[in-house]
Every structure is written in structure tokens, then in C-alpha cells.
């Protein structure tokens, strides 16, 4: 991750030890042509080396002005500037708060061109590498700290974007190791940045999928298709000097520059646990010397919401689970450092301006909801805006991460309805971005304000009602745990935690059609139905000719919005 300097060339114990925590990022991409739906997906989680960082969503919009410059805010980067282009290009970014003295770190960008830029995932290479290309001199390179948005902010294309970020390198340098994707509707690119001067970038196939942990994963490169690559001019002369490891007759680039931490287990388990996940089939066993593959095929196709569960995994099915104690030491991908993640869908036949849907989960993704986000919008919702590194419940990022730290503190109580709670509501998040999709195109027939206005009210509606969500959750685990606060006699018995979720768009999403009359519901789905009523602690069941009753764990109540509050476990137990 961030915040490091050229430290990983020759890592003693102790320094594994003090930067582990900030090295910690993973990579995740699909191919359109693997994906259920037919997007391209790039995907990358933000860790830190602590675990509350307070992060933020923005919108920066287009401006025309000449002289001005992309400046690095890092307290050690002695006012380090680039220069911008007279006219740069609206983004969204997430930015770190400003309280922080590190400097901006935009994370993930999408830009008015359907251009996403998302970066890094930091690497490191070996002592001998480092002798041919040395990272640049302290406060004088390009870092991480602007990298996707001075990048996205000047590009129409994704492979305008390995243009440019080339050229970028070859002026000014980079400060440190680092892993790059950008995509567009038509192709995406991964950029590998292996020192001071040297990067290839390489065209992902759109029929395989990837992830990966703190490492460097291109190897060989195929010059039978040399318009899938895009490196600089003195990279072979350096592998050439670096006493090159060959492989299928090539110099395997991640082979002859990687550094012993960037293979070691720390990196490795999660590139194979990602393999695992997406191809059982020819993952195997873990093996710790083993260089897995940059690019498979899967063993089905893949969604975005199977891109989140990636994001949440703990080596879970697999004999490093860290649910158990001997394994809690081991770094997943599911890390309690995360401070946000982003998976950027693109959608070719969305329009450009709009074609990029970026799912932002603030907090660690295991205890928390990815939110969708159209890159049209022009603002975003106003929990998104507030600063500071201390628990505020006016952020989206406080109020996100407050779960994950009482789905940490009661992991058995808690851990498996919170996630519950935001897996239902990502399914409806998806739900709804599909439905809109049709009205979003017709608001664009009308122009390009118009559509944006329509996404970035959708965007704002959306963010409002998981934060909301956010608080609600909580407020009702600290009640129920406030409930069970007694003398714990022997007739008492524990108080259930129900969390309350709205029923029509649940229920739809399943499969029911939803009948409404005055308070009462009705369920149906083939010989099946369901029939309950605002207020009432029971609820019908019919199948076929077999008539039941239920009880309700908490009385269904009425919304606000012509919608009625059922708990969590009547939606889980719908058939």
C-alpha cells in the first residue's frame, strides 16, 4: 500500500515486522467476457497500517484554466508538483481525509470519458534490480498520493492512460513500487511500475480473471502480440543486467525482480486464495515457493457480487481459516485495516459519460455495504465530506466502520447478521442499478446535464439510505445488547437481536410478486404466499392446499414510504 518509501530492497525480520501493516493491498479484475453480465471489472481494496483512516468521496469537475499544477501535499514531499493541461477532465475520487498529513491518495477514479484509473497495489523488487533502476531521491518522484487523478484527470481512454502515466515516468520518476489498472469500455490495462524508471503494462484478455497480493505478477512477455504491451525503452537492458530468470524460452519479468517479502506468505496466500476462489479447478494446494499466474480462466462466470465476497475472505473452507486461533496471524484479504474498497464495473453499452459504475465500501468489506455509484454524478451525498480522524457519526466513513468494529468485538453474537443485513442489501443495490439503467439512458437522450443530474440524484439517494442503514443497524445492536444487560438470573433468557429490513424491494428481489392492501401483504411465488400485516406478531403460510401460521420475532411496523419493516429473519427464511 502507501505511505512507504524505498524500504522493501533488502528487508530484514524486523522490518517486515514495522511496515506489513501499510504494504497491504489486493488486486481482483474480470474480464467482460467471464463476467455474468458482461462488464469489465477492475477492483482494488485500500489497507492501511492502522484501522481507522478516515476516507472521503468526491467529485472534482471539469476546469479549464492554464498554469496550473497537480501538487503533492505529503509532508515530505517539499511542495513536489506536476503540471496539468489547460483543460482537465471531471472524476470522481476518494480522497484520504484532510486531517491527514500524507497527502491526498485518490484511490479510484472515474472520469467523464468512461476512463477508471485505480491505484496501487504496492510491490517491491530485489537488491539486484535495485541497482539498475533505484527508486528516485525522496520528495521528488511520483507516488501513489496523485497517481490516479493526475493520471484520469488528462485521458480519453484507457490506453491513453498507459500513454501518458509512461511519459509521467519517464520525467519525473516514481518513489516507489506499484501496481496500476485502468479500463474503459473498450480494454483494460494493468501497469506494473518496477522501480525508479522502469514499468511494462500489459492488456488484460477479456476472458480470464485475476487477482493478486503485494507482488509483481507479469512474466513473460509475448511479442506475438506486442500491441498487448506497453513498457519502457530500457527495461530489457536492465532485466538483461539483472540476472534474468528465464521461462518458456523469456525473461519472466516477476521472477527476476521480485524481492523474498513479495513472495513470502504475507502476499502469496492472497493471490492464491483469489486463484481458489475464482478457479478451484487449477488453484491447488497452497504452496509458498509456487509464482502463480497473472491471468486463468475461471470455473464460471463471475459478478460484481461475487467480486465483494473476494473482498471479505478470510481464508474460509480452507485449512488457514482465521477463525481459528492458530491462524489468526496470517494476512487475508478480508484484512480489519481495510479503509475502503472499490470494484469499478463498466458498462459498454451504458453512455460514456456514465458508462463506469464504481461499488465504494467504506470500513473493512466483511462488516460492511459496497454502495454503487454512476461516474456521471457531479456531487456526492454529504456524509461523504466530513474530515477528521476521530468517530464522528455525521461520516459515512465513521458510521460504516462503527460495524465492523462491534462485528470484530462479538464476532459469534453479531458478525453473521451484519453481514446478512448488507447482503441484502447489495442484492437490492443491484436490483436497482439494473431497473435504472433504462431511465438513465433516456435522461441522457435529453443531454449530458440532464443524465448527470439523474445519476447524482440516484447516487445521493442511495448513499443517504445505507448510512441511514449504517444507524440503524447500530442502534439497534447497541439496544439489544443493552437488553441483555441484567443479573442473568436463571429464568432469563437472552434478548434475540431482530434487525428490521423493508420488505417490498426484498421480497421482489427474491422472486415474490408484492400485493398491498391498506396494511396488509401478500407474498407470492408459484404454490407459495405469505400473508402478514403491519402490527401483527404473526404471518400465514400457504402451499399448495397447506395453511400454517409463524411467529415474527418483532411486530412488522409501516415506513415511511409506503413500505412495511419485517425482521431480517422472515426475509432469510422466504423459500
Given at each position: 500500500?502507501?505511505r512507504?518509501?524505498?524500504v522493501?530492497?533488502?528487508?530484514a525480520?524486523?522490518?517486515?515486522?514495522?511496515?506489513?501493516?501499510?504494504y497491504?493491498?489486493t488486486?481482483v479484475?474480470?474480464g467482460k467476457?467471464v463476467?455474468?453480465?458482461?462488464?469489465?471489472?477492475?477492483a482494488?481494496?485500500e489497507?492501511?497500517?492502522?484501522?481507522g483512516?478516515?476516507?472521503?468521496?468526491?467529485?472534482?469537475p471539469?476546469?479549464?484554466?492554464?498554469?496550473?499544477y497537480?501538487?503533492d501535499t505529503g509532508?515530505?514531499?517539499?511542495g513536489?508538483?506536476?503540471p496539468l493541461?489547460?483543460?482537465t477532465?471531471k472524476y470522481?475520487?476518494?480522497?484520504d481525509s484532510?486531517?491527514s498529513?500524507?497527502?491526498?491518495?485518490?484511490a479510484?477514479?472515474?472520469n467523464?470519458?468512461g476512463?477508471?484509473?485505480?491505484?496501487?497495489v504496492s510491490?517491491g523488487h530485489?537488491?539486484?534490480?535495485d541497482?539498475?533502476d533505484p527508486?528516485?531521491?525522496?520528495?521528488t518522484?511520483?507516488?501513489e498520493?496523485?497517481e490516479?487523478?493526475?493520471?484520469?484527470?488528462q485521458c480519453k481512454?484507457?490506453r491513453?492512460?498507459?500513454?501518458v502515466?509512461g511519459?509521467?515516468?519517464k520525467k519525473?520518476?516514481?518513489?516507489?513500487?506499484?501496481?496500476?489498472?485502468?479500463a474503459?469500455k473498450k480494454?483494460?490495462?494493468?501497469?506494473?511500475v518496477y522501480g525508479?524508471?522502469?514499468?511494462?503494462a500489459m492488456?488484460?484478455?477479456?476472458d480470464?480473471?485475476?487477482a493478486?497480493?503485494?507482488?509483481f505478477?507479469?512474466?513473460?512477455?509475448?511479442?506475438s502480440?506486442s500491441?498487448?504491451?506497453?513498457?519502457?525503452p530500457g527495461?530489457?537492458n536492465?532485466?538483461?543486467?539483472c540476472q534474468?530468470?528465464?521461462?518458456?524460452?523469456?525473461?519472466?519479468i516477476?521472477?527476476?525482480?521480485?524481492?523474498?517479502?513479495?513472495?513470502?506468505?504475507y502476499s502469496?496466500?492472497?493471490t492464491?486464495?483469489?486463484?481458489?476462489i475464482?478457479a478451484?479447478s487449477?488453484?491447488g494446494?497452497?504452496d509458498?515457493k509456487?509464482y502463480?499466474p497473472?491471468f486463468?480462466k475461471?470455473d464460471?462466470?463471475?459478478?460484481?457480487l461475487d467480486?465483494?465476497d473476494i473482498y471479505r475472505?478470510?481464508?474460509?473452507?480452507t485449512?488457514?481459516d482465521?477463525?481459528?486461533?492458530k491462524?489468526?496471524?496470517?494476512?487475508a484479504i478480508?484484512?480489519?485495516?481495510?479503509?475502503?474498497?472499490?470494484?469499478?464495473q463498466?458498462?459498454?453499452?451504458?453512455?460514456k459519460d456514465c458508462c463506469?459504475v464504481?461499488w465504494?465500501?467504506?470500513?473493512n468489506?466483511e462488516h460492511?455495504v459496497?454502495?454503487?455509484?454512476?461516474s456521471?454524478?457531479?456531487?456526492t451525498y454529504?456524509?461523504?465530506?466530513?474530515?477528521?480522524a476521530?468517530?464522528d457519526?455525521?461520516s459515512?466513513?465513521?458510521?460504516?466502520?462503527q460495524l465492523?468494529?462491534?462485528?470484530?468485538?462479538?464476532?459469534r453474537?453479531l458478525?453473521q447478521?451484519?453481514?446478512?443485513?448488507?447482503k441484502?442489501?447489495e442484492?437490492?443495490?443491484e436490483?436497482?442499478?439494473?431497473s435504472?439503467?433504462?431511465?438513465?439512458?433516456k435522461?441522457?437522450t435529453?443531454?449530458?446535464s440532464?443524465?448527470r443530474?439523474?445519476?447524482?440524484?440516484?447516487?445521493?439517494?442511495?448513499?443517504?439510505?445505507?448510512?441511514g442503514?449504517?444507524?440503524s443497524l447500530?442502534s439497534?445492536i447497541?439496544?439489544n445488547?443493552?437488553?441483555?444487560q441484567?443479573d442473568?438470573s436463571e429464568d432469563?433468557y437472552?434478548?434475540t437481536?431482530?434487525?428490521?429490513?423493508?420488505?417490498k424491494?426484498?421480497?421482489?428481489?427474491?422472486?415474490?410478486?408484492?400485493e398491498?392492501?391498506g396494511?396488509?401483504y401478500t407474498l407470492?411465488?408459484?404454490d407459495?404466499?405469505?400473508?402478514?400485516?403491519?402490527?401483527?406478531?404473526?404471518?400465514t403460510?400457504?402451499?399448495g392446499?397447506?395453511?400454517s401460521?409463524?411467529v415474527?420475532g418483532?411486530?412488522?411496523y409501516?415506513?415511511s414510504d409506503n413500505?412495511?419493516?419485517?425482521?431480517?429473519e422472515?426475509?432469510?427464511s422466504?423459500e
Amino acid at each position: 500500500m502507501k505511505r512507504i518509501r524505498l524500504v522493501l530492497v533488502m528487508l530484514a525480520a524486523a522490518m517486515v515486522i514495522t511496515t506489513a501493516g501499510a504494504y497491504a493491498c489486493t488486486g481482483v479484475y474480470v474480464g467482460k467476457k467471464v463476467s455474468t453480465d458482461g462488464t469489465t471489472i477492475i477492483a482494488r481494496s485500500e489497507d492501511q497500517g492502522e484501522s481507522g483512516y478516515n476516507k472521503l468521496f468526491k467529485v472534482m469537475p471539469r476546469i479549464t484554466k492554464a498554469g496550473r499544477y497537480m501538487v503533492d501535499t505529503g509532508e515530505d514531499q517539499n511542495g513536489f508538483r506536476v503540471p496539468l493541461p489547460e483543460t482537465t477532465y471531471k472524476y470522481t475520487y476518494v480522497p484520504d481525509s484532510t486531517a491527514s498529513t500524507a497527502g491526498m491518495f485518490p484511490a479510484c477514479c472515474t472520469n467523464e470519458y468512461g476512463v477508471a484509473v485505480m491505484g496501487t497495489v504496492s510491490a517491491g523488487h530485489n537488491s539486484t534490480y535495485d541497482l539498475f533502476d533505484p527508486y528516485v531521491d525522496t520528495g521528488t518522484g511520483l507516488r501513489e498520493a496523485i497517481e490516479p487523478a493526475l493520471i484520469d484527470c488528462q485521458c480519453k481512454t484507457a490506453r491513453e492512460a498507459v500513454v501518458v502515466f509512461g511519459k509521467l515516468l519517464k520525467k519525473y520518476g516514481s518513489e516507489e513500487g506499484s501496481i496500476l489498472m485502468f479500463a474503459d469500455k473498450k480494454e483494460a490495462w494493468i501497469f506494473e511500475v518496477y522501480g525508479g524508471h522502469q514499468y511494462c503494462a500489459m492488456r488484460m484478455p477479456e476472458d480470464k480473471v485475476a487477482a493478486f497480493g503485494n507482488q509483481f505478477m507479469i512474466g513473460g512477455i509475448d511479442y506475438s502480440h506486442s500491441d498487448d504491451y506497453y513498457m519502457s525503452p530500457g527495461l530489457i537492458n536492465v532485466l538483461n543486467s539483472c540476472q534474468p530468470v528465464m521461462k518458456d524460452g523469456m525473461i519472466n519479468i516477476a521472477m527476476t525482480i521480485s524481492n523474498d517479502y513479495d513472495r513470502s506468505d504475507y502476499s502469496n496466500m492472497r493471490t492464491w486464495m483469489g486463484h481458489k476462489i475464482l478457479a478451484a479447478s487449477t488453484a491447488g494446494d497452497y504452496d509458498s515457493k509456487t509464482y502463480y499466474p497473472l491471468f486463468y480462466k475461471p470455473d464460471s462466470k463471475v459478478s460484481v457480487l461475487d467480486v465483494m465476497d473476494i473482498y471479505r475472505n478470510r481464508f474460509q473452507g480452507t485449512k488457514y481459516d482465521m477463525s481459528k486461533s492458530k491462524n489468526a496471524a496470517l494476512r487475508a484479504i478480508g484484512a480489519n485495516t481495510q479503509s475502503d474498497i472499490h470494484i469499478v464495473q463498466v458498462f459498454s453499452d451504458m453512455p460514456k459519460d456514465c458508462c463506469d459504475v464504481m461499488w465504494l465500501c467504506l470500513g473493512n468489506a466483511e462488516h460492511s455495504v459496497f454502495v454503487p455509484y454512476f461516474s456521471g454524478i457531479t456531487s456526492t451525498y454529504k456524509a461523504y465530506h466530513v474530515k477528521g480522524a476521530q468517530y464522528d457519526y455525521r461520516s459515512a466513513y465513521w458510521s460504516f466502520k462503527q460495524l465492523d468494529e462491534v462485528g470484530e468485538a462479538d464476532n459469534r453474537a453479531l458478525s453473521q447478521t451484519v453481514k446478512d443485513y448488507w447482503k441484502i442489501q447489495e442484492l437490492g443495490e443491484e436490483n436497482t442499478i439494473l431497473s435504472q439503467m433504462p431511465l438513465i439512458k433516456k435522461a441522457y437522450t435529453h443531454g449530458t446535464s440532464n443524465g448527470r443530474a439523474y445519476v447524482t440524484a440516484l447516487g445521493k439517494k442511495m448513499g443517504a439510505e445505507q448510512f441511514g442503514n449504517a444507524h440503524s443497524l447500530y442502534s439497534a445492536i447497541v439496544t439489544n445488547q443493552i437488553m441483555n444487560q441484567t443479573d442473568k438470573s436463571e429464568d432469563f433468557y437472552p434478548e434475540t437481536l431482530q434487525v428490521m429490513v423493508k420488505l417490498k424491494g426484498a421480497a421482489k428481489m427474491l422472486g415474490y410478486k408484492v400485493e398491498v392492501s391498506g396494511e396488509s401483504y401478500t407474498l407470492t411465488k408459484g404454490d407459495v404466499s405469505y400473508s402478514l400485516e403491519t402490527g401483527v406478531g404473526t404471518y400465514t403460510i400457504t402451499k399448495g392446499m397447506n395453511v400454517s401460521t409463524d411467529v415474527f420475532g418483532k411486530k412488522p411496523y409501516a415506513s415511511s414510504d409506503n413500505d412495511i419493516y419485517v425482521p431480517l429473519e422472515f426475509v432469510k427464511s422466504l423459500e
